[in-house]
């Protein structure tokens, strides 16, 4: 089993910043990509960035591409997301997860935090 648990989310005006953090503990010497997905109100879950455990690769929806870094300290076991320019459309409750796959699909993710509210004001 593995355990997430999300920090960092808040309230911030249109084109500020923020910086997300996702603990993982429990089985945590396996291997696991880890995924950001966010979820507004009335929509469905969506992906946002993923990065591999092991090489660092990462990849990103095309609505947060240039504004949005994922990132990852091992020896911490945590996944960042840095979220820069925001706007108010990336207002929604932010996931991380984790999954034995190289994938975009929530479907494929094992384990899930219990989410982090992020607002961005116009």
């Known amino acids: 089993q593995v355990q997430l648990l999300e920090s960092g989310g808040g309230l911030v005006q249109a084109g500020g910043s923020l910086r997300l953090s996702c603990a993982a503990s429990?089985?945590?010497?396996?291997?696991?990509?880890m995924g950001w997905f966010r979820q507004a109100p009335g929509k469905e879950r969506e992906f946002v960035a993923r990065?591999?455990?092991?090489?660092?690769?990462?990849y990103y929806a095309d609505s947060v591409k240039g504004r949005f870094t994922i990132s990852r300290d091992n020896a911490k076991n945590t996944v960042y997301l840095q979220m820069n320019s925001l706007k108010p459309e990336d207002t929604a409750v932010y996931y991380c997860?984790?999954?034995?796959?190289?994938?975009?699909?929530?479907?494929?993710?094992?384990?899930w935090g219990q989410g982090t509210q992020v607002t961005v004001s116009s």
């Open positions: 429990g089985r945590t010497s396996s291997s696991y990509n």
């Open positions: 997860a984790a999954s034995r796959r190289i994938s975009s699909g929530p479907h494929f993710y094992d384990y």
């Open positions: 990065i591999t455990w092991t090489a660092g690769s990462t």
